[in-house]
Nanobody
């Protein structure tokens, strides 16, 4: 059974950087789009970024565009989220997921089936 494990979260200062990793075990996910989502306290989970199976196509939420970069290494079965110029509003639990529904843009969490357990990112101002 495919499992996803996020890591790399922690405490950062505003303006700082963090790099999240999402490692898959079990079956490979190299043939699937992958996404990052986040959920802040008291808020619904929201889309952050998506990357196509080849890595050639990426898509970002407006709130992170220009600051975050999603990438993947299919040989390592790992997806990354480089987060620069962090803001306090980036504080959330970050989740990676495997996309299973390709009917939409890839920004809806309902298009994703397999999820990791999440990693906490806290940005202090």
């Amino acid at each position: 059974q495919r499992q996803l494990v996020e890591s790399g979260g922690g405490l950062a200062q505003a303006g700082g950087s963090l790099r999240l990793s999402c490692a898959a075990s079990g079956r490979t996910f190299s043939g699937y789009d992958m996404g990052w989502f986040r959920q802040a306290p008291g808020k619904e989970r929201e889309f952050v970024a998506k990357i196509s199976w080849s890595g050639g196509n990426t898509y970002y939420a407006d709130s992170v565009k220009g600051r975050f970069t999603i990438s993947r290494d299919n040989a390592k079965n790992t997806v990354y989220l480089q987060m620069n110029n962090l803001k306090s509003e980036d504080t959330a639990v970050y989740y990676c997921a495997v996309r299973s529904d390709y009917s939409g843009s890839g920004s809806d969490e309902r298009e994703y089936r397999t999820w990791g357990q999440g990693t906490q990112v806290t940005v202090s101002s």
